[in-house]
């Protein structure tokens, strides 16, 4: 089974609006992370934001939020106030085990296209 | 964050040629990561690397293809040997690090790798 899935197709959001980036994942730890990275055209994997299994508040980082379902194990990326530098590819990951010294496994990604 | 960069930012190489990739952080960190991109996909990881041992290497990445050196806490490289356009890939290095207790995760900008 897949431990990240990211299904939604090519997203398309207009400037200004908000936008949700879903991720769903599969595990049996009780302890692990939750991250989402932007990949812009350029390759480079820009870190966002980070939810902690045991964090009793939904991660935030200015337009950046991460509405937090662990029941459902789905960890969605909310993007506020969209604007033309948001299009990009959004990968969402997890890393198992405590610490900060396990690998990051990847969901296949969402793109992500802002609208003027 | 900790600051990451790769030399090279990109190649094109000859099938059968080797090319060593270097990554250099700007603070000590035990473990440093190798992940590849190939076109169009995720992220996998290669192998980790720590100070003073082998590497790690993950199921369907050996030594003798992708050899890692760490000699000390800031630096690290990749060799990719013996490419062939299947290597045509972003290989990034990955650290963990950060002001929420080091869980955060950052990469390097990549190297992007074409095997002709």
């Known amino acids: 089974a897949q431990k990240i899935t990211q299904t939604q197709p090519g997203m398309f959001v207009q400037e200004k609006e908000a936008v949700t980036l879903d991720c769903t994942y599969d595990t049996s730890d009780p302890s692990y992370g939750l991250f989402w990275y932007k990949q812009p055209s350029s390759g480079e994997m820009i870190f966002l934001i980070y939810?902690?299994?045991?964090?009793?508040q939904n991660a935030t980082e200015g337009r950046y939020s991460l509405n937090f379902q662990k029941a459902r194990k789905s960890a969605n990326l909310v993007i506020s106030a969209s604007q033309l530098g948001d299009s990009a590819m959004y990968f969402c990951?997890?890393?198992?085990?405590?610490?900060?010294?396990?690998?990051?496994?990847f969901g296949k990604g969402i793109t992500l296209s802002v609208r003027p | 964050s900790a600051v990451i960069s790769q030399k090279p930012s990109r190649d094109i190489c000859q099938r059968g040629t080797s090319l060593t990739i270097q990554c250099q952080v700007d603070?000590?960190?035990?473990?440093m990561f190798w992940y590849r991109q190939q076109p169009g996909q995720s992220l996998t990881l290669i192998a980790t690397?720590?100070?003073?041992?082998?590497?790690?290497?993950e199921s369907g990445f050996v030594i003798d293809k992708f050899p890692i050196s760490r000699p000390n806490l800031t630096f690290s490289t990749l060799t990719v040997s013996n490419m062939s356009p299947e290597d045509s890939s972003i290989y990034l290095c990955?650290?963990?690090?950060?002001?929420?207790?080091?869980?955060?995760?950052?990469f390097g900008p990549g190297t992007r790798l074409t095997v002709t």
């Open positions: 990955s650290v963990s690090g950060g002001r929420q207790g080091g869980n955060e995760q950052y």
């Open positions: 990951a997890m890393r198992e085990d405590p610490g900060a010294n396990s690998k990051l496994t």
């Open positions: 603070s000590q960190v035990t473990m």
């Open positions: 690397a720590n100070q003073g041992s082998e590497a790690t290497y």
């Open positions: 939810q902690g299994s045991y964090d009793q």
